[in-house]
C-alpha cells in the first residue's frame, strides 16, 4: 500500500513508518498544526522578555535601585505582565518577572530588587 504526504500529498518513499516526504512538509505540518495555540505563547513570552530586560536596564546598587512608574511606561514597561508574586512575613507584596521584581512604593515610585 502506497502511503502519501499528509502535508503535500507526494509518495513517501523510505523506512516503513515515515510520515512526511521531507523534513521541510514535517515542519510546515507541524507549524500549521500549532500556529494558533502557540501564538499566544509567544505574544505573553515575548512581554515578559521586554519588562525583563528594562527592569534589568537599571543600575541595582547592593541589589537595588528606585525609579518613577513615569520611566517604566516610558521604557515600555507593561505592569500586567509578570511571572509571580512574593509577599513577604509583613504582608509586603513584590511583582516578579523572574528574578527581577519591583514594589510600588508612595508617590508612583517603585523599588526594583533583584533576587539572589
Do not use: W
Not at 519588562?51 to 515600555?76: A, H
Request: hydrophobic letters at 25%; one cysteine or more.
Amino acid at each position: 500500500m502506497e502511503k502519501k504526504c499528509p502535508e503535500c500529498g507526494e509518495k513517501i518513499i523510505g523506512r516503513v513508518d515515515k510520515k512526511f516526504c521531507s523534513d521541510y512538509c514535517r515542519n510546515a505540518y507541524n507549524n500549521r498544526l500549532n500556529k494558533d495555540s502557540k501564538n499566544l505563547i509567544r505574544n505573553i513570552n515575548n512581554r515578559l522578555r521586554k519588562n525583563y530586560r528594562i527592569l534589568e536596564s537599571f543600575t541595582l546598587q547592593n541589589g537595588k535601585t528606585k525609579t518613577t512608574k513615569t520611566k517604566l511606561l516610558d521604557k515600555g514597561f507593561d505592569f500586567e505582565y509578570f511571572t509571580h508574586l512574593y509577599t513577604t512575613q509583613k504582608g509586603t507584596v513584590y511583582f516578579f518577572v523572574y528574578d527581577l521584581g519591583y514594589l510600588p512604593l508612595d508617590n508612583d515610585y517603585y523599588m526594583i530588587v533583584k533576587r539572589e
